[in-house]
């Protein structure tokens, strides 16, 4: 479960980006390319996106610090949110002292590990993707795999109540769990220049592309500078 700011509660969905930029996606505000040296990812916004730090709650109860990056356009949003899995064998365990004397979920199970931290973690993607497809009132008009710069995850399309559509992409890497969204009014065209503008960063800020599928839990392949793009702040 996320808290999340009250201007993105509203339903939401994914898209399969188009690769045409349209008047109403440019609006009168300038996109610019934001990088998060923090998070470790660039991506388009209109404007510089409001930051607001939050949680998310994983599958098994670990409340996770999260932060959304958010940003508005006439009536069309967008947002990335980040929640940060590297502590969650920590969390995890530390709960389970606390468990009932011989409880299942709190052995040490090798594969599950205590407190099924080890589950937790690997399924986060799957387990994030559930979250958006069973938000309130949304009808799921689409699903698939695919990646941003090799990089493993999935896109949705969801119709809202208000025929508003989102188009969600969602990513593990390096564990962290990056849910980007864009969410447009009945009968705009996909918010391509958004979606499609997701790229990664290594730890000096730098652009990189993987050179194979990055899988998460998987030894990482080796990466390429991503398009000449130089480095951030």
């Known amino acids: 479960l996320l808290s999340l ?3 993105l509660l509203g339903e939401a969905g994914t898209p399969q980006a188009s690769t045409n930029v349209s008047g109403a996606q440019r609006g009168s505000q300038d996109w610019t390319e934001f990088a998060s040296r923090e998070d470790r990812f660039t991506c388009n916004f209109p404007g510089q996106p409001a930051v607001t730090q939050t949680t998310w709650t994983s ?6 610090p999260a932060r959304v990056y958010s940003a508005e356009l006439g009536s069309s949003r967008y947002s990335m949110m980040v929640a940060d899995y590297r502590d ?8 389970s002292k606390s468990c009932p004397a011989g409880a299942e979920t709190c052995r040490d199970g090798g594969a599950t590990a205590l407190r099924y931290w080890k589950v ?9 993707t ?9 009808t799921v008009t689409h699903l698939m795999w695919n990646f941003m710069d090799l990089v493993n995850g999935h896109q949705l399309q969801l119709t809202n109540t208000d025929k508003s559509r989102t188009f969600a ?4 890497h390096e564990n962290k769990l ?3 969204e864009g969410t447009v009014p009945d009968g705009y065209p996909e918010p391509g220049l958004f979606q499609q503008s997701l790229g990664w960063l290594d730890e000096a800020g730098n652009g990189i592309r993987y050179q194979s599928i990055y899988l998460h839990g998987a030894p990482p392949p080796p990466v ?8 951030f702040g």
Do not use: C, F, H
């Open 5 to 7: 700011p009250a201007s």
């Open 59 to 64: 599958e098994y109860g670990a409340v996770l």
């Open 88 to 95: 969650i064998e920590k969390i995890l365990t530390e709960r």
């Open 120 to 128: 937790d973690l690997q399924g986060a993607l799957v387990y994030a």
């Open 130 to 138: 559930w979250k958006v497809m069973q938000r309130p009132g949304v």
């Open 169 to 172: 992409s969602i990513y593990m």
């Open 178 to 180: 990056y849910v980007m």
């Open 224 to 231: 390429n500078s991503r398009g000449g793009q130089g480095g």
